[in-house]
T-cell receptor, first 111, second 115 residues
Framework: TQLLEQSPQFLSIQEGENLTVYCNSS?????LQWYRQEPGEGPVLLVT?????EVKKLKRLTFQFGDARKDSSLHITAAQPGDTGLYLC???????????FGTGTSLTVIP | GAVVSQHPSWVICKSGTSVKIECRSL??????MFWYRQFPKQSLMLMAT?????????EQGVEKDKFLINHASLTLSTLTVTSAHPEDSSFYIC???????????FGSGTRLTVV
């Protein structure tokens, strides 16, 4: 059972376009992370959000945690080929130290 | 920052043989490590949680006799794929939690190809 559903699953856009990836759940999370993974490598942490409604920016990437802490979004402005990769959200619940990974979004930015 | 080293990065083995994958935490102690399997362009599938000094906890559908996990020290966990078959070919990744806020730090993964 996948607690976190990401959409879209696949996304192919032209360089310079904007995009938003969504991470949705019916469960509440104490914290949520976003990772990017390049082929043949392990995922790399991009950001952690812990407060409902929190917005964090990382250069052209904007992350938002939903008010109810059940969902999150990742917005990329003016996408570049270097943004290509698999984006994963992961949420932690109050009990235990396990994170639950989302279904993943594979992004391809075409030069 | 916390670093997890995974070795080997790729391995090709013959059907029926066993393969061991190592996962080391280099600058911190990891009482718990996680092992994942991943198919191309798909998310991580948790296989098992490796606990130092005790038996691993396997996810439903993962054969514990097929995927042997040993976590004998605070810095090393190993995954052994026993009697490997072509359907075991996949990308295997380990990780360790460095706290609920800091998330996971991942190894670089192991590409296993069984021929």
């Amino acid at each position: 059972t996948q607690l976190l559903e990401q959409s879209p699953q696949f996304l192919s856009i032209q360089e310079g376009e904007n995009l938003t990836v969504y991470c949705n759940s019916s469960s509440v999370f104490s914290s949520l992370q976003w990772y990017r993974q390049e082929p043949g490598e392990g995922p790399v942490l991009l950001v952690t959000v812990v407060t409902g409604g929190e917005v964090k920016k990382l250069k052209r990437l904007t992350f938002q945690f939903g008010d109810a802490r059940k969902d999150s979004s990742l917005h990329i402005t003016a996408a570049q080929p270097g943004d290509t990769g698999l984006y994963l959200c992961a949420g932690a619940q109050d009990t235990g130290n396990q994170f639950y990974f989302g279904t993943g979004t594979s992004l391809t930015v075409i030069p | 920052g916390a670093v997890v080293s995974q070795h080997p990065s790729w391995v090709i083995c013959k059907s029926g043989t066993s393969v061991k994958i190592e996962c080391r935490s280099l600058d911190f102690q990891a009482t718990t490590m996680f092992w994942y399997r991943q198919f191309p362009k798909q998310s991580l599938m948790l296989m098992a949680t490796s606990n130092e000094g005790s038996k691993a906890t396997y996810e439903q559908g993962v054969e514990k006799d097929k995927f042997l996990i040993n976590h004998a020290s605070l810095t090393l966990s190993t995954l052994t794929v026993t009697s490997a078959h072509p359907e075991d070919s996949s990308f295997y990744i380990c990780s360790a939690s460095v706290g609920l806020y800091y998330g996971y730090t991942f190894g670089s993964g192991t590409r296993l190809t069984v021929v």
